[in-house]
């Protein structure tokens, strides 16, 4: 669980959805987490899904789950400047003393123009 | 219900002093967490408290640093003659007894070592 990948930038037009991606490497159940970082503050948790799942919904955002390629989205619909801020990916560790940590992507930042 | 709360938000330190930073859990939370946010990085796990016990210390560098969350008060992360590469925002988070599924974050404390 320590490798998770996310593509570094992502930009896109004010009221279209956004996708943000990740990668990650623990293969066994787990749970998985999107956090957004605004400038300056710390992070604020969006949504969370356990690994046995596909999909999970929450108003305007999707996240989708393929455990087979250990690929997991985040998508955003109907985009706002609101929404620009850098997006972290998180696996939490599965094994033991390991249980409590999270592994974060280094995050993706979204700028969203109006 | 107030979030998880840090202080100082902001820390300035000259090389060599010892820079003590504090984060009080959401009410109900026993189960705090240090990360340590370099500039345009992920976060990475430092150490994993319980209430007067630490679960997963792996995270922390062995000399200088130290962390502890007693019985009564916040939970103390403790850097002692700092160095430049100290330099970097420590976010705190805390989760309640019942599960480790939500990690709350706290505002962070961006420390700054002259």
């Known amino acids: 669980g320590e490798d998770v990948e996310q593509s570094l930038f992502l930009s896109v037009r004010e009221g279209d959805s956004s996708v943000i991606n990740c990668t990650y490497t623990?293969?066994?159940?787990?749970?998985l987490y999107w956090y957004k970082q605004e400038p300056g503050a710390g992070l604020q948790l969006l949504t969370y899904i356990f690994s046995n799942m596909d999909m999970k919904q929450d108003q305007r955002l999707t996240v989708l789950l393929n455990k087979k390629d250990k690929h997991l989205s985040l998508r955003i619909a109907d985009t706002q400047t609101g929404d620009s801020a850098i997006y972290f990916c998180a696996e939490r560790g599965i094994r033991g003393s390991t249980l409590g940590r999270l592994y974060f992507g280094r995050g993706t930042q979204l700028t969203v123009w109006p | 219900n107030a979030g998880v709360m840090q202080n100082p938000r902001h820390l300035v330190r000259r090389r060599g002093q010892e820079a003590r930073l504090r984060c009080s859990p959401m009410?109900?939370?026993?189960?705090v967490y240090w990360y340590r946010q370099l500039p345009e990085e992920g976060l990475k796990f430092m150490v994993y408290?319980?209430?007067?016990?630490?679960?997963?210390e792996s995270g922390m560098p062995k000399e200088r640093f130290s962390a502890e969350f007693p019985k009564e008060g916040p939970s103390i992360l403790r850097i002692q003659q700092v160095v430049r590469g100290d330099s970097a925002a420590y976010f705190c988070?805390?989760?309640?007894?019942?599960?480790?599924?939500?990690?709350?974050f706290g505002p962070g404390t961006r420390l700054t070592v002259l």
């Open positions: 009410k109900g939370h026993s189960h």
């Open positions: 623990d293969s066994s159940s787990t749970y």
């Open positions: 408290l319980q209430k007067e016990n630490i679960i997963d």
């Open positions: 988070a805390s989760s309640p007894p019942s599960g480790m599924n939500e990690q709350f």
